[in-house]
T-cell receptor
Framework: AQSVAQPEDQVNVAEGNPLTVKCTYSVSGNPYLFWYVQYPNRGLQFLLKYITGDNLVKGSYGFEAEFNKSQTSFHLKKPSALVSDSALYFCAVSGQTGGFKTIFGAGTRLFVKA | KAGVTQTPRYLIKTRGQQVTLSCSPISGHRSVSWYQQTPGQGLQFLFEYFSETQRNKGNFPGRFSGRQFSNSRSEMNVSTLELGDSALYLC???FGAGGFQETQYFGPGTRLLVL
């Protein structure tokens, strides 16, 4: 069965500092990995995804993520955090088993302090 | 291009009632998925429809059902509401033919409160 873990409920970072939001996954076969962001009272917005190819994926709003097959990780990163990045971040995995569905992590709340 | 729309945005019901939520996907998208989001359980997959057929289903009781129409619009129904059904219900659409690789585009959600 596929699963995804976000080990941190919350990440605090100062504005201008780099940020990392962690994600590890478990899936049979090749993984398809996604990051979504949710602002208060809104639905989820797509940030980036890894399907195949280059391990470093660049996405919206300056975010990027690195796929690490040996560590089964897909951590979200940004070189310089903004206060407006404060939101709830979800990692998700789709796999070739379990049908056409995406499993989401529990979410990590990011607080960026000015 | 218009995004995914969900109606109503807010709903208050009492235990035992039933409710129907509606979702209109992005034009051209044929897959619609439904999720339940709660503080305790996070995002949980309910079901997914593609071309009017339920293609996949999560682990929810039979009180939760859905359907998709020929124009790809989808509805989900919850019967005999329980307090624990209070949640944000999110709808997401995608083209559908690309399978696992596809990005899902989410609506703003319907917040259901069961009293």
């Amino acid at each position: 069965a596929q699963s995804v873990a976000q080990p941190e409920d919350q990440v605090n970072v100062a504005e201008g500092n780099p940020l990392t939001v962690k994600c590890t996954y478990s899936v049979s076969g090749n993984p398809y990995l996604f990051w979504y962001v949710q602002y208060p009272n809104r639905g989820l917005q797509f940030l980036l995804k890894y399907i195949t190819g280059d391990n470093l994926v660049k996405g919206s709003y300056g975010f990027e993520a690195e796929f690490n097959k040996s560590q089964t990780s897909f951590h979200l990163k940004k070189p310089s955090a903004l206060v407006s990045d404060s939101a709830l971040y979800f990692c998700a995995v789709s796999g070739q088993t379990g049908g056409f569905k995406t499993i989401f992590g529990a979410g990590t709340r990011l607080f960026v302090k000015a | 291009k218009a995004g995914v729309t969900q109606t109503p945005r807010y709903l208050i019901k009492t235990r035992g009632q039933q409710v129907t939520l509606s979702c209109s996907p992005i034009s051209g998208h044929r897959s619609v998925s439904w999720y339940q989001q709660t503080p305790g359980q996070g995002l949980q997959f309910l079901f997914e429809y593609f071309s009017e057929t339920q293609r996949n289903k999560g682990n929810f009781p039979g009180r939760f059902s859905g359907r998709q129409f020929s124009n790809s619009r989808s509805e989900m129904n919850v019967s005999t509401l329980e307090l624990g059904d209070s949640a944000l219900y999110l709808c997401a659409s995608s083209f559908g033919a690309g399978g696992f690789q596809e990005t899902q585009y989410f609506g703003p959600g319907t917040r259901l409160l069961v009293l």
